[in-house]
């Protein structure tokens, strides 16, 4: 059963405060013209979200996480002049069910892109019905539409294509040896970090809808992702300082930018040198699950159009992104 929140409480606002340093409940009570029981439940709630809320005596509520909160003026202001027109529309929400549902109840604008960002999502979508997790404060959870004067078969290539602008991007920004595992995942050290969900709309001869959802373990705790059923891992986790979300977000929105107007330009073959300079496939023992049938070979990089090959028993065979799943062998 679910905890009746007061709706006087904003908590970007409360938040803010709790970062200034310990707070006591009659001075929050005060600031927000609520009660202490109604604070208590809002410290509650948040609680449960994942955050790391400490009761000290005499003290009050410490927030334990040191992370910026984001913040839309921050991140217009750090993206380059240049590139500032091309975001057309910028929505920021402390919880959300998915940016991606956000963003695919809209059109695509006529030009730039529209962005939608959270610092919590309740069902954040993932590749073939997973979910993403991502508790307040932890990460990065964006989702953005653009439009594209491409046919939808032009287009096959571009999960791998945004994948590549999403990891040398992180690779850039953070010095870490951000890896692609195909076809949406981004590695570090061997474990996820980062990962993206393509959705297209239009006529198939185009022009074509975008709506691009990314997620990136920024400051994910091992607490906090105690329930991810997979190897992962977070850019803070391995052994770097804390990273301002606001400047890696507008970081990655500049660089999909650009790279959105060289694919609509040039196609895959832009990106496919780059791709297999990234591949943390390339040489491993994988594992195909395709439906309900298994199948072991050697990643063998991809092809012209972005399929995966493997190397079987049988012989060289590719498979595509909307069919499979791919895990190394352990075996």
Known sequence: MGVCLPAAVDNFDLLKT???????????????G?????????????????????ALEKRG????????????????????????????????????????????????PVSGIEVWLAEMQTAGQGRRGKTWFSPPMSGIACSLNRRFALSF????????????????SLKRQTEHNIQVKWPNDLWLNGRKCAGLLIQLRGEAQGPCELTLGFGVNVNLSVDQGSCIDQPWTSL?????????RNELIAGLLNDLIIGFELYETNGFAAFIHRYRALD?????????????????????????SGALLVET???????????????????
């Open 313 to 331: 028993q049988d012989g060289m065979r590719c498979f595509h992104s909307g069919e499979v799943s791919v895990k190394i062998s352990h075996d």
């Open 34 to 54: 609520i009660s202490r029981a109604a604070v208590w439940k809002r410290i509650e709630s948040l609680r449960h979200a994942g955050l790391q809320i400490n």
């Open 61 to 108: 509520y410490e927030l334990k996480q040191n992370t910026a909160l984001l913040n839309k003026q921050c991140i217009w202001e750090a993206l380059p002049k240049e590139y500032q027109s091309q975001l057309t529309g910028l929505h920021l929400y402390f919880e959300t069910h998915s940016t991606q549902v956000l963003a695919l109840a809209v059109s695509a």
């Open 236 to 244: 803070t986790e391995s052994g770097s300082p804390g990273w301002n």
């Open 153 to 168: 078969a032009a287009m096959s290539g571009f999960s791998l294509a945004c994948a590549v602008i999403l990891a040398e």
């Open 280 to 304: 943390g496939l390339q040489g491993q023992n994988i594992v195909i699950h395709d439906g309900n049938h298994r199948l072991n070979g050697v990643a063998c990089g991809i092809d012209a």
């Open 18 to 32: 709790l970062q200034n340093g310990p707070q006591t409940g009659v001075a929050l009570a005060e600031q927000f």
